[in-house]
Structure formats: C-alpha cells, structure tokens
C-alpha cells in the first residue's frame, strides 16, 4: 500500500508543479504584455508626434499619419510575437514524465492487488466447498512430523 500512495502523492504533486508552471507562464505573459502595452503607449505617442511632425514637412499630412499608423501597427505585432514565444509543454516535460511513470506503478499496483484479491476469493470457495480439503494437507504435514519427531525419541 505504501507504493499506492507513494504514487498517488507523486502524481498529484507533479500536477500541481505543472499547474503551477502553467500560471507562472501565463502571469509572465500578462506582465510582458502589459509592459509592452504601457512602453508601446508612452514611446508611441512620443515618437508619433515626432515622426508626424518630422514627416509632414516632407510628405503631405495624410501620407505621414498614415507612415506613422503602419510603423505602430508593426511594432505592435512584434511585442505580441515576442511575448507569445513561452512554451510551457517544454518545461513541463519531465514533470509529465515522472507522473505518468507514477500512474503506469499505480496501475500495476492496483492490477496485482486485484490479483491477490481475486486469488484469495478462490481459495475460500474452495475451502467453504470442501472444507476438509484445503484442512488435510495442513494437518497431515502436522501429522507427519509428530510421527517423525516421535521416532527419534
């Protein structure tokens, strides 16, 4: 039985530790997302009057409004890419492995439990069928070294 919860105790710490990694990753998402949502809104802005500014002496007014949307557009689109790069499958890996070599004990535990189960259940049919059956062999052994015990005395 300690080997049954030996691996349940294992089985349902390594879900934890990847439940765990999951929200680590997931919260190291959010904050990079964030970030890069407060960085590209402030250097955004800044950089947009700039560029805007700087543009519209050489290019009309709506070709440099329209340079500067494209350029934060494709920032933007990077600081997602960048932020989407987490693979969390990766460093769970040996954590899955342990568990499901934990479960693959914990079912051959079990089926061998359930054989002993199954083999003690025959046996007291087989006693509660011929109960003098499974007595004799038991009592003859007895019997047997009384007599030999006896013969050397």
């Given at each position: 039985m300690s080997?049954?919860?030996?691996?349940?105790?294992?089985?349902?710490?390594?879900?934890?530790?990847?439940?765990?990694?999951?929200?680590?990753?997931?919260?190291?998402?959010?904050?990079?997302?964030?970030?890069?949502?407060?960085?590209?809104?402030?250097g955004l802005i800044m950089l947009n009057v700039s560029a805007y500014l700087a543009l519209s002496d050489i290019v009309s007014q709506s070709a440099a409004a329209l340079i500067v949307a494209v350029v934060n557009v494709v920032l933007a689109g990077i600081l997602i890419a960048v932020a989407g790069k987490s693979n969390v499958e990766q460093e769970t890996a040996p954590v899955a492995e342990v568990r499901d070599m934990a479960l693959e004990d914990l079912e051959a535990e079990i089926l061998s439990a359930a054989a002993e189960a199954k083999a003690a259940t025959d046996a007291l049919r087989q006693m509660a069928k011929n109960p003098l059956g499974t007595i004799a062999p038991g009592l003859a052994g007895t019997v047997v070294s009384a007599v030999v015990k006896n013969l050397k005395n």
């Open positions: 080997r049954i919860s030996r691996n349940i105790s294992i089985i349902i710490r390594s879900e934890r530790l990847i439940a765990q990694r999951h929200l680590a990753v997931l919260r190291q998402q959010t904050i990079m997302i964030a970030a890069a949502g407060i960085a590209a809104g402030v």
